[in-house]
C-alpha cells in the first residue's frame, strides 16, 4: 500500500521529472501498476497529460505486429470523471484483410447494466502526426467484426452513447512501457477536460 501511495504522491511534487515517476511504476508490481492507476485523480492525470507532452506511441506497442488478428490485448482505466470512472480498453488486430493499419478496440464497463444504456463503445484506433499523441482512438469509426467474446457492435449514436463517444477521438501519450495518458477531444480537434489513464496487462504468452 505504502508504494501506491507513494507512487501517487508523487504527482504532487513541484518540479516532478516524468522520468522519476515512470520509473516508479514500473518497479511496481502487475497487480500494484493497477492500484496505483485506478487512484490517479483528475489533477493527477492532467499533470500526467503536460508531462508526457511529446512522447510518442504507436499501435504496435499496444498489441504487438505478431499478435495473430482479433486476439485481445487489456488496458485497465480511470477516467477524470466524477462517477464510473474505473473501465478498460481492450484492443486486437483486426480481422484478416482490413486493408488500412488500425486495431479495433472497445470499453469495458465492470458494471454491465450500463452497457444496453451506454453501449459498448467501440472504436479504431490508428497512427498519427499530431501534436496531442502518437495514436488516435477514433469512436466516429467502429469496427466490421471483433473477438467473439466481445458484445455486439453498435453505432456511437446509440442511446446515451451519443452523449459519451459519438464524435470524440482521443489521443494517447507514454508515460511508461505499460502507462499512458490520454485525452479527449471533440471530432479530433477540440480538446476537451476529460483525461484518463491506461495500464496495459501483459497477455500471456
Known amino acids: 500500500m505504502n ?4 507512487t501517487v504522491a508523487l504527482l504532487r511534487e513541484p518540479g516532478l521529472a516524468l522520468d522519476d515517476f515512470a520509473s516508479r511504476f514500473e518497479d511496481a508490481g502487475p497487480a500494484e501498476q493497477i492500484a496505483i492507476t485506478e487512484a490517479i485523480d483528475r489533477r493527477g492525470q492532467e499533470r500526467l497529460w503536460a508531462l508526457a507532452a511529446g512522447r510518442r506511441i504507436g499501435i504496435d506497442e499496444l498489441v504487438p505486429q505478431d499478435f ?6 487489456v488496458f485497465h482505466g480511470k477516467n477524470s470523471l466524477p462517477a464510473v470512472s474505473r473501465f478498460q480498453k481492450r484492443f486486437c488486430r483486426p480481422a484478416t484483410g482490413t486493408p488500412r493499419r488500425e486495431l479495433w478496440g472497445f470499453n469495458f464497463q465492470p458494471l454491465r447494466w450500463l452497457v ?3 453501449g459498448p463503445g467501440y472504436f479504431v484506433a490508428y497512427d498519427v502526426e499530431y501534436p496531442l499523441g502518437g495514436v488516435a482512438i477514433d469512436y466516429r469509426r467502429v469496427p466490421t467484426s471483433h473477438p467473439a467474446d466481445w458484445p455486439p457492435i453498435v453505432p456511437n449514436s446509440f442511446r446515451l452513447s451519443r452523449f459519451i463517444y459519438d464524435g470524440t477521438v482521443d489521443y494517447l501519450r507514454r508515460v511508461s512501457a505499460h502507462l499512458l495518458i490520454g485525452r479527449a ?3 479530433g ?3 476537451m477536460p476529460n483525461w484518463f489513464v491506461l495500464c496495459r496487462e501483459d497477455p500471456d504468452v
Do not use: A, K, W
Open 68 to 73: 495473430e488478428p482479433l486476439r485481445p490485448v
Open 3 to 6: 508504494r501506491i501511495v507513494n
Open 185 to 187: 477531444t471533440r471530432g
Open 116 to 118: 444496453p444504456l451506454t
Open 189 to 191: 480537434e477540440q480538446e
